[in-house]
């Protein structure tokens, strides 16, 4: 006798469908970022960005992933 359901059995997003939604975020990202002034970064903050330029979600590491989120969400605050 089964305790517990699968997760497929509880509508939980397969492994591919969250991958395919973190994808999507990322290239939202990526174009966030594209859209912002270098002039209004540091000069780290600007050749981070100008290193991501050609790059697509696939390529990205984790630790850019994570430089990149927060860059965007510290750039988008300041502008608020």
């Known amino acids: 006798m089964r305790i517990r359901p699968s997760a497929v059995e509880c509508g939980a997003p397969s492994q591919k469908t969250m991958q395919e939604q973190r994808l999507r975020e990322l290239e939202d990202l990526l174009q966030r970022a594209r859209e912002i002034k270098l002039f209004r970064l540091t000069e780290d903050e600007g050749n981070f960005l100008r290193g ?29």
């Open 52 to 80: 991501l330029h050609y790059k697509s979600a696939e390529e990205l590491s984790r630790d850019e992933e994570t430089r990149l989120r927060a860059l965007v969400k510290l750039h988008w605050r300041r502008e608020e």
